[in-house]
Each structure stands twice: as C-alpha cells, then as structure tokens.
T-cell receptor, first 112, second 113 residues
Framework: NAGVTQTPKFRILKIGQSMTLQCAQD?????MYWYRQDPGMGLKLIYY???????DKGEVPNGYNVSRSTTEDFPLRLELAAPSQTSVYFC???????????FGDGTRLSIL | GNSVTQMEGPVTLSEEAFLTINCTYT??????LFWYVQYPGEGLQLLLK?????DKGSNKGFEATYRKETTSFHLEKGSVQVSDSAVYFC????????????FGGGTRLMVKP
C-alpha cells in the first residue's frame, strides 16, 4: 500500500518564487492535513480538509493556499516564498473523527 | 486553547534500560491522546493511543496510561533497543470536527549499544 505520497522530497527555492507541494493518498480518507515541522519543534497545522471541496485554516496558514478538488489529492501552494517558510512539510490523512492520522515521508524545503 | 508539553531531550540510554518520556496536556474537554514516533528521514507513525481516562495504550513494548487526574500520558518501555532511537511526539485530539491534532515539541531518544 502506498498510503500518503508526497512529492518532491527535497526542493530549494529562491525568495519570491512559487511552488506546489503535492500530496496524494490512496486510502479513500476524507480528512487530510498539511503540517510544517521546524528544527527541534513539534508539528504545526497549516491547513486541513474534511472532504473534497472543503478546506479550512489551521494554526499557521499565512503564506500558503490549498485546494481539494478530489478525495485523493491535497496540494499545498506557496505563492511568494520567504526564508521563514524553510521547513519540512508533512501531509497526513485520516478516515474521520477520532481516527489516527497517517503521514507521508515529508518534503524538505529550503528558501534562499 | 489546547497544549501538550513534553520533556526536552535528547534522552540517552543504554540498551535494555527503562524508558520514561513525560507528557502532560491542557484541554478544555476530554481529548484522545496519542504517541507518534518519527524515525530519521521518515514521517510520523502512530505508536499508540488512548481515548478515555484510565485507558492504557500499548504497542511494540511501549505503554502509556491516560491519567485524567494528573492530565498526563507518559510513555514507558521496560527495555529499550537501539532500534527504538527516534523522536517521540505526544499529541491530543479534542473531539473537534476536523480531527485536528495538537502536538508536543517532541523528545529525541538515543539508545546506545
């Protein structure tokens, strides 16, 4: 089982560039999430979705956008990359309330 | 708001030593509690969970008991192995519509042979 697949695994951006981090899950989960993990810190929620066509902000949404056109995919968009967005980004999915979240392997993003 | 506090690491132990990683939480209601583990270069994996007071979650020799009176969910293992070296995250989910998790800062465990 593939589970949650994130691409790319690594990326270096210049300040002001834009990019989309891809996330796909094959478990037919309704709930999906994007987190960022800064060095030595826990995960902070950026955006989440409880189903196709529904998204909502998490704790740290500024500078990011998301869309959820299908159950499987939940891309994260950075429009104007800033050094403060250098981080490791994790996508996760879950089957519903009180169900565990399943994580991808992460995307390491550096903005110089 | 909700919060999770973990002991700071790194925790360095010899193989077969006893492990305790402390976790306390603040929540307005009755959360579900989780321990996730992150091996180097990988995403987080669910290790164990407990959904109500006095529940004990267990997996792979790890245990944690949901203590409502002390708002704690400490992780324990009787005999650690080198392969247990990882970062451990305590988290809670408080019956919210989005099933959102609040994470602690993580505790790095290093086990020496």
């Amino acid at each position: 089982n593939a589970g949650v697949t994130q691409t790319p695994k690594f990326r270096i951006l210049k300040i002001g560039q834009s990019m989309t981090l891809q996330c796909a899950q094959d478990m037919n989960h309704n709930y999906m999430y994007w987190y960022r993990q800064d060095p030595g810190m826990g995960l902070k929620l950026i955006y989440y979705s409880v189903g196709a066509g529904i998204t909502d902000k998490g704790e740290v949404p500024n500078g990011y956008n998301v869309s959820r056109s299908t159950t499987e995919d939940f891309p994260l968009r950075l429009e104007l990359a800033a050094p403060s967005q250098t981080s490791v980004y994790f996508c996760a999915s879950s089957a519903g309330r009180d169900q565990p979240q399943h994580f991808g392997d992460g995307t390491r993003l550096s903005i110089l | 708001g909700n919060s999770v506090t973990q002991m700071e690491g790194p925790v360095t132990l010899s193989e077969e030593a006893f492990l305790t990683i402390n976790c306390t939480y603040t929540a307005t209601g009755y959360p579900s509690l989780f321990w996730y583990v992150q091996y180097p270069g990988e995403g987080l994996q669910l290790l164990l969970k407990a959904t109500k007071a006095d529940d004990k979650g267990s997996n792979k020799g790890f245990e944690a008991t949901y203590r409502k009176e002390t708002t704690s969910f400490h992780l324990e293992k009787g005999s650690v192995q080198v392969s247990d070296s990882a970062v451990y995250f305590c988290a809670l989910s408080e019956n919210n519509a989005g099933n959102m998790l609040t994470f602690g800062g993580g505790t790095r465990l290093m086990v020496k042979p």
